[in-house]
């Protein structure tokens, strides 16, 4: 994994609706290596964790650049990655925790070293909420990104068009 795959970890986990462990593990899908583990230990951890990133998420939204200091370095304080390098898969890549570790230790290490990442890289002026509620990082050129995916676009200009639409 790398920085970005480990931002998407963070707005996913920020992002899920945490309530029982099949939503956990969908939030989680692209890592099977972490959904395929992870137990109501894990999730009654990374509720937390999800809270801790969504406060950070809303800072970097209102541009509040000590709040996002603040809360970001608490993650990290909370979760610091402990990278290892590994090899089992026959490929070499890190891990930012111990693989033998919990799949929360792990994922909270990735979601809070992903976010610092993308602090560091794109600032607090990128930053999002979805009318949906979602967060999102705005990296187009244009800084003009308004949804956090395609569907909630085309939903909110679905509706756009039909209240038009029966306006006229």
């Known amino acids: 994994m790398d920085n970005a795959d480990y931002l998407d970890v963070a707005l996913r986990l920020a992002n899920a609706d945490l309530t029982d462990l099949p939503a956990l593990r969908a939030a989680l899908h692209d890592e099977p290596w972490w959904a395929d583990r992870t137990t109501e230990a894990d999730l009654l951890a990374l509720r937390s964790v999800a809270d801790g990133l969504r406060h950070a998420l809303d800072a970097a939204t209102d541009r509040d650049a000590d709040a996002v200091l603040a809360r970001v370095n608490a993650l990290l304080s909370a979760h610091p990655p402990r990278p290892r390098l590994s090899g089992h898969?026959?490929?070499?890549?890190?891990?930012v925790a111990d693989v033998d570790a919990p799949p929360a230790t792990e994922v909270a290490a990735a979601a809070a070293w992903g976010l610092a990442q993308a602090?560091?890289?794109h600032?607090?002026?990128r930053w999002g909420r979805c009318p949906c509620g979602n967060h999102f990082l705005d990296a187009s050129t244009n800084?003009?990104?308004r949804f956090c995916s395609t569907r909630c676009a085309n939903r909110a200009n679905v509706a756009a068009f039909r209240a038009r639409r029966t306006r006229a």
Do not use: L, N
């Not at 898969?89 to 891990?95: D, L, R």
């Open 89 to 95: 898969t026959g490929t070499w890549h890190v891990h």
């Open 119 to 121: 602090i560091v890289r």
């Open 123 to 125: 600032g607090v002026d």
């Open 143 to 145: 800084r003009a990104k």
